[in-house]
């Protein structure tokens, strides 16, 4: 990821929970010297370790094949808006996009049911813990053929994150005015991204020099 230093964050607490907080994520691999990716909705565990994402994609789709022979990348997307040069006190400037972005790198173990019953188990647990834990009574009441049919449909993995790289691009190098003035322009707007990406940048705005 391309991180201008003004737009670097780098503190572990911050990026697990932006991760949490916008946990559907696009996973990367490369399979055969070709980039493939899935949108998949992920958990992110903390361990003694260190933190770990955890999920599951179809049988039937080949990019778990590609799991452990290099580094995959899960990409972690969160509010953005356009900003336009009218918003900044310099005639003679030009528009961008202000975003928050993380990149999470490991190689994904895979877990199946024959081989892994305990740890698809508790990876099906996890994410019904953390996506609709009202579910988990109704899961549990459904025939063991049908979930064992439903587990054997999917293969689980874990990916034990060996790096983190996040962009919080959020006008940081301009003035202290024009970071005021973008950041209440847009936490005004209607559309919700939009003013969620200007309630971002009132955080981050630091006090003027």
Known sequence: MYRPTAFQADDIDKLTAFMQANSFATLVSIA???????????????????????????KQN??????????????????HAYI?????????????WNYIAVHAYGKPQ?????????????MIDEMVGVYEASYNAHWQSLSREFRTGMMQG?????????RLESKYKLSQNRSH???QNVADTL????????????IEMQRHIAPPQ
């Open 32 to 58: 055969d010297g070709v980039p493939c990716a899935t949108h998949v909705p992920l958990v992110v565990r903390q361990t003694a370790e260190g933190l770990k994402l955890v999920g599951h994609l179809a």
């Open 62 to 79: 080949p990019q778990w094949q590609a799991f452990g022979a290099a580094e995959s990348l899960a990409i972690f997307t969160g509010p």
């Open 84 to 96: 336009s040069p009218t918003l900044y006190e310099k005639h003679e400037s030009v528009p961008t």
């Open 110 to 122: 895979t877990l199946t049911l024959d081989e892994a019953p305990e740890s698809m188990e508790q």
């Open 154 to 162: 999917i293969v689980g993995f874990e990916m034990p994150i060996t």
């Open 177 to 179: 005015t024009e970071q």
């Open 187 to 198: 936490a005004q707007h209607t559309d919700p991204t939009i003013h969620t990406i200007g």
